[in-house]
């Protein structure tokens, strides 16, 4: 069936570092991705999401771009503040109501 | 604020109890959706309801049952709860227009933690 593999955590950066969180998948049809953050506490938040092959979402200073060649979905920031920890989750669409989520990839950044 | 309401935010069961677990969206959407989360699983999904009046099992519905009551509420109910259904459960919505253009965006409520002893 579809699914979603993520990088796992947890992650430990500090502040102004690079973070990339991987997130590969498998689909039988033309999905559509997302990344989703969930702050402690809270509930999944949509971050960005792309719907065909080469969109690139951003929001918040993160990126990732839809590669088919390599089925991957790769979240990227290039300078990470406290304010950035939390709980990031790839997920992957192919149109019947259900979105899959990964695992899940815990982000600490410290001051 | 709009958005997706639940409750109980917090439940502690004994086993064999049972309990219902509500959740109300104000954005008009058409599809609701219950996940469960645990450690090192993600979410998954146990049951959504594409539109009102419709049902259906996601990826692990054994143990719950589900009613789309109108619209605005989709609850979830433990008949006989299990240690093993001690989750945090996210109930989420989305509108018709995003399920079928394939960009189905959800938006979730708060979470409510429930413990089955």
């Known amino acids: 069936g579809d699914s979603v593999t993520q990088m796992e955590g947890p992650v430990t950066l500090s502040e102004e570092a690079f973070l990339t969180i991987n997130c590969t998948y498998t689909?039988?049809?033309?999905?559509?991705l997302f990344w989703y953050v969930q702050y402690p506490g809270e509930g999944l938040q949509l971050l960005l999401k792309?719907?065909?092959?080469?969109d690139k979402g951003s929001n918040k200073g993160f990126e990732a771009t839809y590669r088919k060649e390599t089925t991957s979905f790769h979240l990227e920031k290039g300078s990470v503040q406290v304010s950035d920890s939390a709980v990031y989750f790839c997920?992957?669409?192919?149109?019947?109501?259900?979105?899959?989520f990964g695992a899940g990839t815990t982000v600490t950044v410290r001051a | 604020n709009a958005g997706v309401t639940q409750t109980p935010k917090f439940q502690v069961l004994k086993t064999g109890q049972s309990m219902t677990l509500q959740c109300a969206q104000d954005m008009n959407h058409n599809s609701m959706y219950w996940y469960r989360q645990d450690p090192g699983m993600g979410l998954r999904l146990i049951y959504y309801s594409a539109s009102e009046g419709t049902t259906d099992k996601g990826e692990v519905p054994n143990g719950y049952n589900v009613s789309r009551l109108n619209k605005r509420e989709f609850s979830l109910r433990l008949e006989s709860a299990a240690p093993s259904q001690t989750s945090v459960y996210f109930c989420a919505s989305s509108s018709k227009g995003a399920a079928l253009s394939g960009a189905n965006v959800l938006t979730f409520g708060a979470g409510s933690r429930l413990t089955v002893l």
């Open positions: 997920a992957l669409y192919t149109g019947d109501y259900k979105l899959s």
């Open positions: 792309a719907t065909k092959a080469d």
């Open positions: 689909a039988t049809g033309y999905p559509s």
